[in-house]
Structure formats: structure tokens, C-alpha cells
């Protein structure tokens, strides 16, 4: 096993209030995470791992999310054991590779299946959740979920992640191969609406503490929150959960008393190191018909699986959802952040819902295809996302992967994309778009830019036009920086006496070894359709039977554009 690094701790990784939102700092300096989610058992080996870390590499990724579980570090309660962990952590330190911590402590998923044996075992101590039956609303059934309403199920959680937390601070404290923890998984109950044992009976009948309802009054609430409760703060001081919150009464008493059991262990963890935490969000969907299936099959609850449901138990209730954001906020405080996992939903909207409140744009679960890929352009570029993360990857060679060129273009240009977040807001977009034979998604984006109006369409071709994605940034000159590819840029001066506005200078860029912008070929006639627009190519370019090859095959992924405008 390798040697631990004493040496004095560095500074550790931190979220920072920039001018353009939260970002992740590591070292001292800005950080691009360009992350990687595992299945769900592959952090319990080591030998597993070591059969990865160069497959991973090659898709360009320098952080990965793995699942540590309670089960695994306490099989015996008070016994700890973290040498599998701690062989996986040193070997990602040595192939440059970060780690995000993904805590199974309690919950995963709506349940509570990675919990030790010796708190499955003891049910009188570790109370269960109890659910109504299906075939009847009288009868109650166990199921394997711990109660968030048992004092014990949160004090045992909170041992084992303080112990965590802390041989984390013991081990890589001044390397920082770690550089944040998510606190449980999905947390929130499946099946119905709310926990039905006795303390959480008596917890729903009891009114809602005033301590928290203040705090929640003096909140500027979330857009979600405020359209489904328009009259919460209409009642009395003190109220009852059906009295405020009527129909999803039974969701926000699940969502208060899981943000407080989960706030409690984060707030310990913290305490022992100090990490950026988080938790993920299975989230909610009103309206089934909005969900992107397109080649979806409808088959196994599929859509409700991955894209949530309109019914609190379809989806977990309690969970941080976008209405429940701010019980998270309130009772959870040591989080850092609350994230999304994004598979069928609007990507855009939920991108917006949880970057208001001036919450920290992570999502560590998404789709790993190349509609998936092609969509985390417009969360980095115009969302500050700090990482996007595709699922599964160690099932999926990186030659195979849509994010191996997507994170390596990013990578290339981190420094530009840092810079422009340094700037303010308005200093960078990004976008996507889907297969034209897709009707959903957009067929065009603009953005006001200092100077000059853009408009961003897809690439031109004679034949069928491809997808695309990219991220334009407004460069201090009065250049425009384009990463990506399939789409193409036509500016309109902002000022109101131009008669003309055309191109004064294109360049096809890269980036050297050394971190410095090079050109590569001066672009100019088809390239910019002279002077009307400059053209982002695809890889393969459709010409349609055209016996002319106008369109050029993408290269290096990333040109400067200077545009100009006359007035006369």
C-alpha cells in the first residue's frame, strides 16, 4: 500500500462566491471538475478499480464519484475498516484523479439497503419505516427504509460518517485527493406519501415547529415553492401540516424531518473536516408529457424510474426537490449545495431551479449518451456548473464515450472558461442541439454580448444538418472565443447607426502544451460564408449529393472570431 503524505495541509477545497455564482476551488485555484460517476459497487474494490483508472483517464476525466457505503466501513459495530478505501484513494492520487465521496450511509435511493447488517438485524433499535399496504389503506407494511423520526437510525449514521470524515483528514488532508463528500443518496421514501410509524404519526399531528416557520418566513422562498403553496404564509403563526400545506402535507413533513436527520450528519462530518457537502435529488415531475423519452422504452416504469413522478412516493418524498429546497436550505445548513440527477427532465429548467437562491450548479448524475454530453455545454457555459456528471462509466470504453471529447475539449480551454467566470456574468453562453429529426428541442439561440448581438444556429450544410453543442465567450478584445461543434455564429452589431456588420478576423485555434491560445489556419471564404457567419463544423459533414466539399470537417474544435460594424 502507499506511503501517507504528513506533509502540512494545504488550503482545502472550498465553494467561493465569485461574480458569476458559486465555484469549486482546490489548491488555492479555480477547478474545472470534469467528473465521472461509477456504478454503484465498484469503490468496494480496489482490484476492480485498478482495471479502470486508465480507461477513465482517456475519457478526460480528472474527478470520479464513487460510492462509499456504512456496510463497508462498519461491518461490526465500532470496528472500522477503510483499507479497501484508502488503497482506491491513494491509487486515484496517483493517476492525477480527484474523488467525490458518495456516502451511503443511511439512504440510497429511497431506501436503506447499504446499512450495516447489525442495524438491518435490530429493528427494535433501528425502527423501520412503515408504508400503507397497497391492497389496503388500514394495514401497514415494513419496509427497508430507516426511519428518519428514530433518534438512534441518525446518531449510528452520524458516528460512522464522523469516522469517515475524520481518517479522510487523517489520510488525505494535505493532498486533497478527495475534494468533496455527498451526504447520502436520493435521500426520501418510496411507495407512499409519508412515514407512518408512531413518532411519525405523532411528529404529523404535532404543529409545525416555530422556530422553523420563522426562519422559512423571512426566506425569499423558491419559485416552486411559492406556486405550489401561494397561501402558505397566510395562516396563523402556529399551524398544523395539513393547515399549510393541504394536499402535500405528508411530503413536507417527510422533507422536514429528512433535511434535519441528514443536516445533523453533515453538520458532524464538517466539524471533523471540513469538505464541500452535498446531496442529490431524485427529482419530481408534474407533468409526465414534459420528460425527454424520445427512444425511451415505455416499458418497466421506465419514465417514472428515471424521470420522477407527479406523486409524492413515486418519486422519493422528502427529497430536495425544487419545492422543497428551502426545508433543505433551513434544516441542512452544512451542505454546501443541493444537486440534481438529470435524465429525463428539461435540462435547461432544471439547471435554472437550482441555480436560484445562488445555490451551486452540480449534477452528479446524468445521462451518459451524446444527448446527455451534448447538454452539459449549456450547464458549464451559461450555468456556472461546477461538473456534470455522466453515469456509469466504467462500463463504457472511453473511444465509445461522448464526454472523451467534450471534457477534453474543456479541458483544453479551462483556463479561458475560468477567465471568462472571473469576468461577470454575460461573458459566456453555451447550447446544443439535438438530431433535426427531434421536434422538441431548440432551433436557434441569441445572446446580447457586449457590442453585438449573436445568433447561433446549426452548421451549414447542402445535405442534412447534424447536432451540435458548444460554449461562445466574450473575450476582453472584443473577440469571441467558439468551442465545440455543428453549429454556426452570425453577429449583429447593438449599435443602433450600423449599416454593416461582417467578420474582421477568423482564426481556427488550439491550445499548446504550455496553456497558450495558438492559431493553426486563418479562416475566411467557405468558413465563414464569406464574411456572413463563421461556421463550427461537424466531424462528418452532410453534403447532400453536392459535388462540391464547401463544408470542412471539424478539427481542433475551437476558433476566435473578431467581428466589426460600420456606421455610415
Known amino acids: 500500500m502507499a506511503s501517507i503524505n504528513m506533509a502540512a495541509p494545504r488550503r482545502l477545497p472550498e465553494l467561493r462566491a465569485t461574480a458569476t455564482g458559486p465555484q469549486l476551488f482546490v489548491h488555492g485555484r479555480p477547478f474545472l471538475c470534469l467528473p465521472g460517476e461509477l456504478h454503484n459497487s465498484s469503490f468496494s474494490s480496489a482490484a476492480y478499480m485498478k482495471e479502470q483508472w486508465t480507461n477513465l483517464k482517456r475519457m478526460n476525466i480528472n474527478t470520479i464519484l464513487g460510492a462509499v457505503s456504512w456496510e463497508m466501513i462498519e461491518p461490526f459495530e465500532g470496528c472500522f475498516d477503510f483499507s479497501e478505501l484508502d488503497q482506491i484513494i491513494f491509487d486515484a492520487r496517483e493517476q492525477s484523479i480527484h474523488v467525490i465521496l458518495l456516502w451511503f450511509g443511511s439512504y440510497k435511493n429511497g431506501l436503506s439497503t447499504y446499512v450495516p447488517s447489525w442495524v438491518k438485524k435490530d429493528s427494535q433499535r433501528f425502527t423501520r419505516v412503515h408504508i400503507r399496504c397497497e391492497e389496503s389503506n388500514t394495514r401497514l407494511k415494513t419496509i427497508e427504509m430507516l426511519s428518519p423520526f428514530n433518534h438512534n437510525n441518525c446518531e449510528a449514521d452520524t ?277 433535426i429529426s427531434r421536434k422538441d428541442g431548440p432551433e436557434q439561440w441569441t445572446r446580447i454580448f457586449p457590442g453585438f448581438e449573436l445568433l447561433i444556429q446549426r452548421a451549414f450544410v447542402f445535405g442534412v444538418q447534424g447536432p451540435g453543442c458548444g460554449i461562445i465567450i466574450s473575450q476582453e478584445d472584443g473577440s469571441f472565443l467558439l468551442l465545440g461543434w455543428g453549429f454556426r455564429v452570425t453577429f449583429k452589431s447593438t449599435d443602433p447607426n450600423s449599416t454593416f456588420t461582417g467578420i474582421l478576423k477568423a482564426e481556427e485555434k488550439y491550445i499548446d502544451e504550455s496553456g497558450n491560445l495558438r492559431t493553426l489556419r486563418r479562416m475566411n471564404g467557405d468558413e465563414t460564408r464569406s464574411g456572413e457567419c463563421y461556421i463550427m463544423p461537424n466531424d462528418n459533414p452532410d453534403y447532400g449529393g453536392f459535388p462540391i466539399a464547401i463544408t470542412i470537417p471539424a478539427k481542433t474544435y475551437m476558433a476566435q472570431v473578431k467581428p466589426y460594424s460600420i456606421s455610415e
Not at 208 to 233: C, G, M, T, W, Y
Not at 391 to 414: P, T, W
Open 159 to 435: 458516528r460512522a460518517f464522523v469516522e469517515l470524515m475524520k481518517h479522510l483528514k487523517e489520510v488525505d488532508g494535505s493532498e486533497n485527493t478527495v475534494i468533496m463528500v455527498q451526504v447520502e443518496n436520493e435521500p426520501g421514501l418510496l411507495g407512499d406519501s409519508r412515514d407512518r410509524s408512531s413518532n411519525a404519526e405523532k411528529a404529523f399531528r404535532d404543529p409545525i415547529p416555530l422556530d422553523f416557520l420563522s426562519k422559512l418566513r423571512e426566506r425569499d422562498v423558491h419559485d416552486q415553492f411559492k406556486q405550489r403553496f401561494p397561501n402558505a404564509f397566510s395562516a396563523a403563526s402556529s399551524s398544523s401540516w395539513d393547515t399549510l400545506f393541504g394536499q402535500h402535507a405528508d411530503e413536507m413533513l417527510m422533507a422536514y424531518a429528512i433535511s434535519k436527520y441528514v443536516g445533523r450528519i453533515a453538520e458532524a462530518g464538517k466539524a471533523a473536516y471540513g469538505l464541500p457537502l452535498f446531496t442529490n435529488a431524485w427529482l419530481n415531475c408534474d407533468d409526465p408529457k414534459s420528460l425527454d423519452l424520445e427512444g425511451v422504452p415505455l416499458k418497466h416504469n421506465m419514465s417514472t424510474v428515471a424521470g420522477g413522478g407527479a406523486k409524492a412516493g413515486d418519486y422519493p418524498s422528502g427529497g430536495a426537490c425544487p419545492h422543497a429546497l428551502d426545508f433543505w436550505k433551513i434544516n441542512a445548513s452544512a451542505l454546501d449545495f443541493l444537486a440534481p440527477d438529470i435524465y429525463l427532465h428539461n435540462y435547461e429548467w432544471v439547471c435554472q431551479q437550482y441555480r436560484a437562491t445562488d445555490n451551486a450548479l452540480f449534477i452528479p448524475e446524468q445521462r451518459r449518451e451524446e444527448t446527455g454530453a451534448r447538454r452539459i455545454m449549456l450547464a458549464y457555459g451559461t450555468y456556472g456548473a461546477i461538473g456534470c456528471s455522466p453515469f456509469g462509466v466504467d462500463s463504457q470504453k472511453a473511444e465509445e464515450s461522448s464526454f472523451s471529447s467534450i471534457f477534453g475539449l474543456l479541458k483544453a480551454a479551462e483556463e479561458e472558461i475560468h477567465g471568462a467566470r472571473a469576468r461577470g456574468p454575460g461573458s459566456m453562453m453555451g447550447f446544443f442541439f439535438d438530431e
